[in-house]
């Protein structure tokens, strides 16, 4: 957000009109906030829908006009220039991305490391102060009811970031009463992605320090624009990246924004819209709430409801399986690694040791590799005549649901979902969860498209693939370069 002082008109005796400048009260970012939540039950006049911090800078370059709409009214850029442009970008030069919808809590108190060590299946004892962690947690049956990036700041002083973290962290801190306060800081930072190869360079420029030492999943402060700032080095996209939190109280996020756009050119950076954004995590092969499986943070009652902000009424009422089919274990979506069972109690802790005594899930997560020659049929199919089933948009609605069942012979064996076009690798990939026995790589199944409501469908082929479909250089000890 940024705020500025207004024109007024002011009429003089003279009848000569003067323009005067009428400075504005900061808005209650926590305040507008909280209203915004409530957009679906708020008129449409009074809905505060919030600009991305960096909106005024994203809105010069925006050219799809179109803004995508997330958490708590939060508003973000569609498409910049042209989204396999962006795809490009991020696997040879760079790209700016937007993630400050993602939620942000707080979580400070004199238990607030056992109270995360509580909350989460990875073991937080070791965690430094300058360390981020990915932290998948799980419900009592151990299934992920949300995963994101834990920061420490200090012994007593953590925040966790994703989407729903303000509400699943308060429902187990009404279980376990611990001595911490949570706080819901998400309008007040922003979380603006630079990744790609030439990310080191650009945020060398940018602040006029060598980063060379920033290991992977660390942080630290820097002053951009005479502002303190956090840079964390991520790289959820596979590549080098870092990540800018810059309080939004300053006003000058959206000044943040423009200056790595503008420092970028140079380095063939381009910003990254919404419609491209999630290619990045299915090359990648990082699983994505919505689009890879549910949160287990609600009743089974009130999945539909939620599944409904993600789909259509018709596609929702077409489906003939339980949604709860696609709530998952960390290890079910390639995150077993993450789990640590020794010497700790953690929520969820006793479902998880029991999935590991026989022998893990049933399913195994895999990439598929769909085939090409079946996906040019799929498109002859929209110019004969007679039904045909629905084309695939490219790259593809990124945050609806869509899982499509994987078959065998026949046989139900899995689900394959964040279905993408990858301009990187020229072929259309999604992820998958398949039986155990069928995911070694190269092994075929078929993929059933359409039947979303009462439109034919068409089974493609596709190979299971190793993941990430991308080479990782996310964690490259750069000190060494």
Known sequence: MCWQPRLEVVESAGRKLTLREVQLDKPNLQELYKQANQYRKTPFLERPYFGSPGAPAQAETNVSNIWGHLNGGFLFGYEYTRWWHECHAL????????????????????????????????????????????????????????EGLTFKFAEDDFLFTQSGAQMWLRYLHDQTQMKVELEDVTPDYSCYALQGPRSPAILEAVTG????????????????????????????????????????????????????????????????????QMVGHTETGIATAVRDYLPARMAPGALPRFARLWTTEEELNALQYDLTEHWCSPAE????????????????????????????????????????????????????????????????????????????????VGWASGVAYSPNIRRVISLGRIRKDLARPGTEVSVLWGGFSNEPTCAIRARVSELPFIRQHRRKDLAAT
Do not use: C
């Open 333 to 412: 979506l390639g995150w077993g690694h993450t789990i640590n069972l020794d010497n700790r109690e953690f929520h969820g802790r006793a479902a998880l040791a029991e999935e590991a005594e026989r022998g893990g899930p049933e399913r195994r997560f895999v990439g598929l590799l769909w085939n090409s020659d079946d996906m040019a049929e799929l498109y002859a199919a929209l110019f004969r005549d007679g039904p045909s089933p629905p084309p695939l948009d490219l790259p593809y609605g990124q945050f609806r649901m869509l899982f499509l069942k994987l078959m065998k012979e026949d046989e139900l």
């Open 91 to 146: 696997r040879n030069t760079a790209i700016l991305g937007d993630w400050s919808w993602l939620n942000k809590v707080r979580v400070r108190g004199p238990d607030a490391g056992r109270f995360m060590n509580y909350a989460t299946v990875k073991n937080l004892s070791p965690q430094q102060i300058g360390q981020v962690m990915y932290t998948p947690m799980v419900d009592e049956k151990g299934k992920v009811a949300i």
């Open 209 to 276: 320090e060598s980063f060379q030492d920033l290991r992977f999943s660390r942080w630290r402060k820097t002053h951009i624009l005479g502002e303190e700032v956090i840079v964390d080095r991520q790289g959820v996209t596979g590549e080098i990246g870092y990540e800018f939190m810059m309080p939004t109280a300053s006003g000058k996020a959206h000044e943040l924004w423009r200056l790595i756009r503008e420092v970028g050119q140079d380095f063939g950076l381009r910003e990254l819209g919404f419609k491209a």
